[in-house]
């Protein structure tokens, strides 16, 4: 079956776009269906770059954007050794699909970029995950499963590029962008064909009663 990989993403200048351009090529070579999100900068700019000059702007991110995919890919320019604000302002609007595990099981990974080599990628990606520690979902990291993750940087946490000076990827950054999208369709092809239900589904459905308590009582505390 045809995986549904959503790319979700924040851009000030136009790196992490790019990177997401060629995230989304891979993974369509993978036979993925593709969506392409982007958050916007408070005052409604994704900054002067794009991915590239013949796509379109990418639509913002939704809640059902990120309940449909089977896989996951989440990208924040370095700020300060953190992720971005915009980035974190949607992902604290989660709550609603969280709660109900509705992200449970589900393959993420992180991409980030900064403008040094160890101004603080890795940083960045393990803040990222700690939101998809709390939603259960299956962290994908890179680990060195492919010699060009080592030749970018060798940064193992997920997709971690310093800022090319030309503005433009390099051919090693590019070729570690559709293998990284390549990789997140491969493993949520493998969960898609079994169509097993996550752990949260069948803890709902196998006591149901307790499960109505306890999120009922998890919503109104994220309320
Ligand atoms: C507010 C802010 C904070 C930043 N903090 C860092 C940092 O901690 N380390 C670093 O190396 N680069 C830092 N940078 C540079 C960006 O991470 C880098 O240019 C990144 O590639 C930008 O991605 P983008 O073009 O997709 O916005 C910062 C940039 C801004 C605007």
């Known amino acids: ?37 982007a958050l916007e900068a408070p005052g409604g700019s994704t900054g002067p770059g794009s991915p590239a000059p013949d796509r379109a702007p990418a639509a913002p991110p939704t809640l059902a954007d990120l309940d449909w995919a089977d896989g996951l890919l989440i990208g924040t320019p370095t700020w300060f050794g953190n992720i ?12 609603p699909l969280a709660l109900h595990g509705r992200l449970a099981d589900k393959p993420v990974t992180g991409f980030t970029s900064a403008s040094l080599p160890n101004g603080g990628q890795e940083a960045a ?20 499963t492919h010699p060009v993750l080592r030749r970018i940087g060798g940064n193992p946490y997920g997709l971690s590029l ?50 109505a308590g306890a999120l009922a009582a998890a919503d109104s505390r994220h309320a």
């Open 125 to 144: 990606l393990l803040a990222l995950y700690h939101t998809m520690f709390h939603w259960g979902s299956l962290i994908v990291p890179t680990g060195y």
């Open 1 to 37: 079956m045809q995986p549904r990989i959503a790319i979700i993403y924040f851009s000030s200048s136009g790196v992490i776009a790019q990177i997401a351009a060629y995230l989304a090529e891979g993974a369509t070579a993978r036979g993925a269906e593709v969506r392409v999100r």
């Open 84 to 95: 971005a604000a915009p980035l974190k302002a949607f992902l604290d609007t989660t709550s």
């Open 162 to 211: 310093t800022a090319p000076d030309a503005g433009r990827l390099t051919d090693d950054q590019i070729e570690a962008a559709r293998f990284v999208g390549d990789r997140i369709a491969r493993t949520a092809e493998r969960y898609v064909p079994a169509g097993l239900p996550s752990a949260h589904d069948l803890w709902t459905s196998q006591a149901p009663g307790d499960a």
